[in-house]
C-alpha cells in the first residue's frame, strides 16, 4: 500500500505561499479604495476553497451529464434560490465565471453576430462589455453608444432616446464601472419600451447597495440583470444572471451549452453564504455606510480643491478628475499606493490624455466600509489625498502617510484576513 502524502502549501510551494502570505499582509496594511473590490468573509472564503472544487458537474440541477450530483444540486438550488429572494427575480443563473462571460451570454441569448445593441461608451464610464470596439461585443455586434453631458457629466437620456428611435437596438444596457451617480432605470425603461429593446441592467458594480437598499433596484424595470458576485456584494469572485421567468430559457442555454462548460462549484456555493450574509440587517447597515462614507469622502475631497466629476457621488464610487491639479492620474495612482492607499488611475469624461495615461484616478469605499471605518476615517482619508497629490515625488510625505495609513489599518482589522 502507497503511503498517501498530503501536505500543506506552505511545504509543497513555499515559494508561492510565501506570495499568498504577503499579499494578506498587503491587504491588511493598506487602505483598498479600488472601487470594485472588497473582503469577503472568512465563511465566502472557506466555500470558495472548498472539495466542491473538485467535482465536475455541466448542465444543471437535475439534469447532469455526470453522476455523483447531490450534494451540488442542492448548493446550486440554494444559491439560486437565496439571490431570487434577496433581489426579487423570477430566475437566477448563477453558473457565469465572471461578470463579463454574464454579460456576453445576454448577447448570445438575444442577438446575431451583426444586431445592434446599446450601452454607455467606455470614456463616459461605461463597461467594455457594453460594446465598447476593442471587446469582442463591439466586434461581433454593432454598437451603439451613448454619453454624457458635457456640461455636468450625466447620462444625456435625451441622446440616449434619440439614439435608440434611430437605431432600435435588440438591448439598451443600462451600466457603469466609472459613474458615480445613481441610475434613472425608469427612463430607461421607458426608452426601451418605446422601441421594443430589452432592458439589461448590469449592476456589477451596485449590486451590494440594491441588496442592501442603498441604491434604487432594477427589478421589475429591466428584464434582464447582470451582476458579478464579488464588489460591494462581498460575494466569490464570479457572475451571475437574474432574469424575468420568460426569458429563463435563452438565459439558461445561452450559459450552458452556449458559452460555458462545467460550473465553478466552490464559487457557486461562496455566492450561497454570500446571498444569506446580504439578506441581514447588518447588511443593510454595511450598505448605507458604503454610500455615506463615500460622500463623506467627496464632500473631504472638494474642501481640499480636488475636482469631482458629476461634482460628487451618490454611490460608493468617486471620479476625481485631476486636471487643475497639474498631475496626472496614473503618477497620482502610482504615488498614493507607496502612501498605503491603493486606487487606480481612470479616465474622466472628455478626458484629452489617453487610456493608459489619464487624467482620472477611480475611488471607492466598499473595502474600507467593510474594515468598519466611518466618517471621520473619511475626512482623515481626504486629507492623506490631497496631501499626496499636493506632491507626488515627496518620498518622506509618502512614507510618513504610510505609516499612518498601517497604524489606521492596525485599528480597523479586515474581514476575511489572518488576524
Not at 458615480?180 to 422601441?195: G, K
Not at 457621488?313 to 478628475?321: P, Q, Y
Not at 492607499?341 to 493608459?356: L, Q
Request: aromatic residues 6%; negative net charge; contains cysteine.
Amino acid at each position: 500500500m502507497t503511503q498517501r502524502i498530503d501536505p500543506p502549501l506552505s511545504v509543497t510551494d513555499p515559494e508561492l505561499d510565501a506570495l499568498i502570505r504577503a499579499e494578506e499582509r498587503r491587504q491588511a496594511d493598506t487602505l483598498r479604495l479600488i472601487p470594485s473590490e472588497n473582503y469577503a468573509s472568512r465563511a465566502v472564503l472557506e466555500a470558495s476553497g472548498s472539495v466542491l472544487n473538485n467535482k465536475y458537474s455541466e448542465g444543471y440541477p437535475h439534469k447532469r451529464y455526470y453522476q455523483g450530483q447531490v450534494n451540488i444540486d442542492a448548493v446550486e438550488e440554494l444559491a439560486v434560490s437565496r439571490l431570487c429572494a434577496l433581489f426579487g427575480a423570477d430566475h437566477a443563473n448563477v453558473q457565469p465565471y465572471s461578470g463579463s462571460p454574464a454579460n456576453l451570454a445576454v448577447y448570445v441569448a438575444f442577438m446575431q453576430p451583426g444586431d445592434k445593441s446599446m450601452g454607455l461608451a467606455l470614456p463616459a464610464g461605461g463597461h467594455l462589455t457594453h460594446g465598447w470596439n476593442v471587446s469582442v461585443t463591439g466586434k461581433y455586434y454593432q454598437a451603439i453608444q451613448y454619453g454624457v453631458r458635457q456640461s455636468d457629466h450625466l447620462i444625456d437620456f435625451d441622446q440616449v432616446a434619440a439614439l435608440a428611435r434611430e437605431h432600435r437596438p435588440k438591448l439598451l444596457w443600462a451600466g457603469t464601472t466609472a459613474y458615480p451617480r445613481v441610475l434613472d432605470y425608469d427612463r430607461f425603461a421607458e426608452i426601451a419600451r418605446e422601441v421594443g429593446a430589452i432592458l439589461v441592467a448590469d449592476i456589477a458594480h451596485i449590486s451590494g447597495l440594491v441588496a442592501g437598499g442603498a441604491h434604487p433596484s432594477p427589478f421589475g424595470k429591466a428584464e434582464v440583470v447582470t451582476s458579478t458576485t464579488h464588489k460591494t456584494l462581498r460575494g466569490p469572485r464570479g457572475g451571475m444572471i437574474l432574469c424575468d421567468a420568460a426569458h429563463q430559457k435563452r438565459i439558461d442555454r445561452a450559459v450552458f451549452p452556449g458559452l460555458q462548460g462545467g460550473p465553478h462549484n466552490s464559487a457557486i456555493a461562496a455566492l450561497a453564504v454570500a446571498a444569506k450574509e446580504a439578506a441581514t440587517p447588518a447588511f443593510r447597515d454595511y450598505a448605507r455606510a458604503v454610500v455615506d462614507n463615500a460622500r463623506v469622502l467627496a464632500e473631504g475631497l472638494l474642501s481640499r480643491g480636488i475636482a469631482l466629476v458629476t461634482g460628487g457621488t451618490d454611490t460608493h464610487l468617486i471620479l476625481a478628475d485631476l486636471t487643475p491639479t497639474g498631475v496626472p492620474g496614473k503618477p497620482a495612482a502610482v504615488a498614493l499606493e507607496k502612501a498605503g492607499i491603493v486606487t487606480n488611475y481612470n479616465s474622466v469624461p472628455f478626458d484629452t490624455r489617453g487610456p493608459f495615461d489619464p487624467s482620472g484616478i477611480r475611488i471607492g469605499t466598499p473595502a474600507i466600509t467593510s474594515r468598519g471605518m466611518g466618517p471621520d476615517e473619511m475626512r482623515r482619508l481626504a486629507g492623506w489625498i490631497a496631501d499626496v497629490i499636493e506632491d507626488v515625488e515627496d518620498e518622506a510625505r509618502l512614507a510618513r502617510i504610510a505609516g499612518e495609513v498601517k497604524d489606521l489599518c492596525d485599528q480597523f482589522p479586515a474581514p476575511g484576513l489572518p488576524s
